[in-house]
């Protein structure tokens, strides 16, 4: 039954795609791309894509991308703004059919005689050339492991997806065959096999251990040891995403989200009422010991945070709220769960840090980056890199926004990125290694300074003195002031004077000695506040004290009449 006409053209209409809120539909007319809202009232967006007629489009719900080809013997990318990403290089034929991968990490090309798979960037993993016309239909599997193609000679072709690559420190692992992978260790060339009984469908490797997930079961394989895996079957086995920490490891399976250990047992699953699993990838999703992140497609400027162990939602139940959309997060690694940090990058590409746990009070987001197209934590300390505006950017202590601002910029590393090309992605961070995917596919990896991640360890262990000796021994300005806002941060003043003397900030080293000769403790913990700029904690410790002529002679020296 025919509700309504959306649109009427001169031309005819090759193709058409819902967008991913079910708001719009994507349609070609011509050369021209066309993104018409359901609402009457909203605005039409139209732009010239090719150089010829386009015959197929595709829009992904989880990326928010699009695909379009044409008679111009191309296939292009763009983002829901009509800008273009990536365009392909000139085939011999007419692109026919373009389809998105469920999880829109990949997507199929197909010709005459020809089916390509594709980075979802836009560059090529594999191209074959079957003897089939040219494809005119492509359509994925609901798991993303194979493809179906109907073709001009009256056949119909099925892809399987193989040769996928998984790496971390030095083991690599390949998927071989559609139930069959292979281990190798780079440093002693040990090459180990492992076959399931079922076709494989998502793989992660990291913090030591390899899960798999078949079409009916996970298998969790231990670095130590690949002959003995852990198996337990899965609900739905449709799973779309594995994230993994240190200590356990995330699936989404069908509609829900999963948290098991390593040795397999459930340990929660968190629910959002209203929220479409289907559609949350990597980005939208983050995992760490004691915390899981997800933002969420309906409200994209909510950022919902769950204790990982009992699966609720942290402190009064309230999402973390942004000015903006959000457009990927990301959740530190080490350190306390009282200390633990989400960085997320909105929409106008400004990098921003948050604490997880508020304890009753509102906690502000910190803007620490602007331009940031990727960003990653390193798995063992809460060091974070990123590329900002094609450089290389490394921040050694982000929580150096909420002690001194002042020192933020001391406390980062830029080099130049233009090596990357035009949007990379930061691929893993381990260690000191980072790896980076450029644009046309390759890797690069960049290492950055050790030393930083060891004075993390060392204050978590609170050896102060190794730090200082470090230190001294580095000459670095970076790893001072890194030193110098962590020892703010635990209330440290010797070391903070030693290092904020390193790095020449003088009144500071003036004001942490008028602190040290404070008489009681209550007035040293409020000027300690006092530094880090959070006034109202400083005044409710002092009232808390009972030191009502200090909570004025503060409000004085603040210029602060009224109160």
Known sequence: MLRSTLAQNGLPVYSVAWGPDSEKVLYPVGKQLIIKPLQPSSKVLQWKAHEGVILKVDWNPVNDLILSAGEDCKYKVWDSYGRALYSSTSHEYPITSVSWAPDGDLFAVGSF?????????????ALEKPNTGSIFSLTWSIDGTQVAGACGNGHVIFAHVIEQHWEWKNFEVTLTKRRAMQVRNVINDAVDLLEFRDRVIKASLKYGHLVVSTSLQCYVFSTKNWNTPLIFDLKEGTVSLILQCERHFLLVDGGSLFLYSYEGRLISSPKVPGMRTDILNAQTVSLSNDTIAMKDKTDEKLIYL??????????????????????EIALDQGGPAIERKIAFVDKNRD?????????????????????????????????????QDNRFTVWYYPNVAYVDKELLPKTISEKDGSEYTKSPQIVSFVG???????SDGSLVHTNISPYPAIIHDYITASKWDEAVRLCRFVKEQTTWACLAAMAITNKDMSTAEIAYAAIGEIDKVQYINSIKDLPSKESRLAHIQLFSGNFQDAEAIILQAGLIYQAIQLNIDSYNWER
């Not at 997880?356 to 960003?375: C, D, F, N, P, W």
């Not at 000191?432 to 450029?438: G, H, K, S």
Request: proline share 3%; net charge positive; hydrophobic share 40%.
């Open 113 to 125: 005689h020809t089916l390509r798979l594709c980075d979802k960037t836009g560059w090529s993993y």
């Open 306 to 327: 769950f204790d990982a162990l009992s699966g609720k939602p942290l402190g009064d139940g309230k999402p973390l709220a942004h000015k903006i959309e959000v457009v």
């Open 351 to 387: 990098l921003y840090i948050s604490t997880v746990r508020r304890l009753g009070k509102e906690q502000k987001a910190v803007k620490i980056g602007s331009m940031v197209h990727t960003l990653a934590w390193s798995d063992l300390s809460n060091i974070l890199c990123g590329i």
């Open 432 to 438: 000191n290694r980072v790896t980076i995917r450029r």
